[in-house]
């Protein structure tokens, strides 16, 4: 089991020393999947992790395609760190509950989750003018809200098999592999297919699902550019229905499996 950050680290918006070090990435990103945020907390968060694509390099730039590709990669790096509780720790957190109404509410906390992402990031976007710009460019904004909500599809996935009773094999790099090709080919885990499970870097293949996936899902995220706070209504209304439908599908799919094994009681 993976334990979830107690808490977001000290917020300093970005701009101290924090933000170049390789790992603060990673676990800014890991804090941004806990479901309960304030939203003043989301949006300095989000202006941390924005901050620290930029630190990165890919977030000065406008192009497509060289930013998706480093958000490809720099997934790979952040998916080991992203906190996947298992199924006692689940049960625990939601009231004992297990099966399908567990999974009801993951799904629905989920979606809530992005779209909060997208209300914030669309809200900071709204104030980018009054912001120095070296912090609240565009392609480091909407780099850092893909690697957010990706992040909390991914987290859902991986919970999502620990409800239907089919966790995902492996630790590390090897289990994050898994979870990106389950995100990007919006399945669950086939342990029957070529190579799962042994697999410890993403092939070309699974790559160029990947990076197409973000493209779609990246698409969606420029609708937070939009004037004022439309731009945040629309995004936050994207995210919760995109979440939803993956997590909708994400179900179908285990429940083919899912065996409703006897369940101790668990104490809240």
Same mark, same amino acid.
């Given at each position: 089991?993976?334990?979830?950050?107690?808490?977001?680290?000290?917020?300093?918006?970005?701009?101290?020393?924090?933000?170049? @070090? #390789?790992?603060?990435?990673? !676990?800014?990103?890991?804090?941004?999947?806990?479901? #309960? %945020?304030?939203?003043? !907390?989301?949006?300095?968060?989000?202006?941390?992790?924005?901050? !620290?694509?930029?630190?990165? +390099?890919?977030?000065?730039?406008?192009?497509?395609?060289? $930013?998706? @590709?480093?958000?490809?990669?720099? $997934?790979?790096?952040?998916?080991?760190?992203?906190?996947?509780?298992?199924?006692?720790?689940?049960?625990?957190?939601?009231?004992?509950?297990?099966?399908?109404?567990?999974?009801?509410? $993951?799904?629905?906390?989920?979606? @809530?989750?992005?779209?909060?992402?997208?209300?914030?990031?669309? +809200?900071?976007?709204?104030?980018?003018?009054?912001?120095?710009?070296?912090? %609240?460019?565009?392609?480091?904004?909407?780099?850092? &809200?893909?690697?957010?909500?990706?992040?909390? &599809?991914?987290?859902?996935?991986?919970?999502?098999? #620990?409800?239907?009773?089919?966790?995902?094999? +492996?630790?590390?790099? !090897?289990?994050?592999?898994?979870?990106?090709?389950?995100?990007?080919?919006?399945?669950?885990?086939?342990?029957?297919?070529?190579?799962?499970?042994?697999?410890?870097?993403?092939?070309?293949?699974?790559?160029? &699902?990947?990076?197409?996936?973000?493209?779609?899902?990246?698409?969606?995220?420029?609708?937070?550019?939009?004037?004022?706070?439309?731009?945040?209504?629309?995004?936050?209304?994207?995210?919760?229905?995109?979440?939803?439908?993956?997590?909708?599908?994400? @179900?179908?799919?285990?429940?083919?499996?899912?065996?409703?094994?006897?369940?101790?009681?668990? #104490?809240?």
């Amino acid at each position: 089991m993976v334990t979830p950050p107690s808490s977001a680290p000290p917020d300093d918006g970005g701009t101290s020393g924090t933000a170049g @070090r #390789e790992d603060a990435l990673p !676990q800014t990103v890991a804090s941004l999947t806990a479901a #309960e %945020l304030e939203p003043a !907390q989301r949006r300095r968060l989000l202006g941390r992790l924005a901050n !620290q694509v930029r630190a990165r +390099g890919p977030g000065r730039t406008l192009r497509v395609r060289a $930013l998706l @590709r480093w958000v490809a990669d720099s $997934l790979v790096e952040i998916a080991p760190h992203i906190p996947i509780r298992d199924l006692e720790t689940l049960r625990r957190h939601h009231d004992g509950l297990a099966g399908e109404a567990l999974a009801e509410r $993951l799904v629905r906390h989920a979606a @809530r989750a992005t779209a909060a992402v997208g209300a914030a990031s669309g +809200g900071v976007a709204a104030v980018k003018w009054a912001a120095p710009p070296a912090l %609240l460019s565009a392609p480091a904004l909407l780099a850092a &809200e893909t690697l957010a909500v990706v992040a909390i &599809e991914v987290k859902l996935i991986g919970e999502l098999h #620990e409800v239907y009773r089919q966790p995902l094999p +492996g630790t590390g790099t !090897q289990r994050a592999v898994t979870l990106l090709q389950a995100w990007a080919g919006r399945r669950g885990f086939n342990p029957t297919a070529p190579g799962a499970g042994i697999a410890t870097v993403l092939s070309t293949a699974a790559r160029k &699902e990947l990076r197409e996936r973000l493209v779609r899902r990246f698409g969606r995220n420029l609708t937070t550019l939009g004037p004022l706070l439309t731009g945040a209504a629309v995004a936050g209304y994207l995210n919760h229905r995109a979440t939803r439908a993956l997590g909708e599908q994400m @179900r179908r799919d285990l429940a083919r499996g899912y065996v409703p094994y006897p369940l101790p009681r668990v #104490e809240p």
